[in-house]
């Protein structure tokens, strides 16, 4: 396929965009001075060579900071970890991690699911999520699950799944299951939260 095509196919891929969009940024880069593209190029190789992805909570972070096998914030024995926050998307995670009112471990689950999704366990890490509680707890350490979803039709479903699969482990671990207290007007994408809402809704959960 010759390169304009590919790209737009590419970009086609990219969340919300669709191919007009895409064209649009192929003449873009097209427009743009070949150093430009060039240094586009390299930060997408970068990507590969310098970003991993923790095995405990999922979250792409710096090689470099890999510590014990883990990311700098897993490793870090200052955190709290009998809690364990759950959140749908990177995006969310970031957004709550940069406001320091969390000191408890983190959870990736890597998307949400959409209202009569078939596969929940091709969209969400769920499995994963089951396996790390499970870890958790057996050690002793973790007591409590905080399930920080999202305030949209996707993100109240992703928590009904995740209220479905997780009750077996509370039980036999004596782990509390909570979900974010009101604070989150409907509609609202944790990914865009403030500071002030995050904090009351982390503070009244239930
Ligand atoms: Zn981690």
Request: with cysteine; proline share 5%; glycine share 6%.
């Amino acid at each position: 396929m010759p390169p304009i095509e590919s790209l737009i196919e590419y970009f086609s891929k990219f969340p919300g965009i669709g191919p007009r969009q895409a064209k649009r940024f192929v003449y873009f880069l097209l427009a743009k001075d070949p150093m430009f593209r060039e240094n586009f190029s390299e930060a997408l190789v970068r990507l590969d060579k310098e970003i991993t992805q923790c095995g405990l909570c999922f979250r792409y972070y710096q090689k470099s900071y890999e510590r014990d096998g883990k990311c700098p914030i897993c490793a870090d024995a200052m955190r709290d970890s009998s809690k364990l926050l759950v959140v749908e998307k990177d995006v969310d995670f970031e957004n709550i991690h940069k406001m320091s009112i969390w000191d408890g471990q983190y959870f990736i689950l890597g998307g949400s699911l959409p209202i009569l999704e078939k596969e929940p366990t091709k969209k969400i890490r769920g499995r994963e999520l089951f396996n790390t509680v499970q870890d958790r707890a057996k050690n002793g350490t973790l007591k409590e699950i905080v399930l920080a979803m999202s305030a949209t039709s996707e993100g109240e479903n992703t928590l009904a799944y995740l209220e479905t699969i997780l009750p077996p482990l509370a039980e036999k671990y004596h782990l509390k299951i909570t979900s974010l207290g009101r604070g989150i007007s409907s509609g609202t994408e944790l990914e865009y939260s403030d500071h002030d809402t995050m904090h009351n809704a982390l503070e009244n959960r239930k």
